[in-house]
C-alpha cells in the first residue's frame, strides 16, 4: 500500500524491501508505540523520501495500528473521459486536479450527530462530486480503479484520506461550469499533447493517474 505525505512515500508491505536508497526508513512492525516513533520521525526528518513499514506475519496489525493515528476520511473521484479520448481536467489552489470529494458518511460521524446527510456510497458519492464540480450532467461509470491515498494535516489534526477513483464517460457537447464555491477555477478537456503540463503541475498522488488516463 502506497501512501502520500506530500511529495514523500510510505509503504506499507508484507515484505521486507530489498533495495534501499540512502533517503530511505525502514521498520519491521512490533508495536503501535513502535509504528507512532517511526512516524514521528519520518514525519519530521524532511531528507527522508521514502517510510517502509513492514511485517511478514501481522501486517492486518500493521495497517491497524498505522490507521488508528489518523482521522480517516473516505472520498470519491472521476477520471472522466470522452468520445475523442480526452480527459476532464478540474484547475484548483494552483494545481491541475480531477473532480472529486468527500463521501457523505451519514449523522453522527465526526460532528456528534447534527449533521442531516445521507450516507451515500462510493459510486454514488463520485458521480455527484464530478457533476458538481465541473457542470456535467450526463456521466456514466465504466469501471473502477485503484484507490489512491494521502496524508495531510486539518486544525492541528493528522488527517488520512482515502480516495477510490472510477473510470467514467461523458458526451463533450455538455456545458463545463466550473464550481466556483469549491475554488475551482478551470473545467477542461485535456488530450495527449497537454499531458506533460498537467503531470508537472499536479498532485504527486495522481500523476500515476494521469499518466495512464491521457
Known sequence: MKIFLESRIIRLSRKEPKKLSFSDLSFGYSSLSQIQETYSEFETDRTAERLFLWSADNFKALKADFFSMFRFIKAAGGVVKNEKNEVLVIFRYGKWDLPKGKVKTGPGKYDGGKSNEEPEKINQAALREVMEETGLCRV???????????????????ILKKTSWFEMKAPSDQPLIPQNEEDISIVKWVGQEESEMIRECTYPSLKKLFREAI
Open 140 to 158: 456514466t461509470i465504466t469501471g473502477k480503479l485503484s484507490p489512491t491515498f494521502h496524508i495531510y494535516h486539518e486544525k492541528g489534526k493528522r
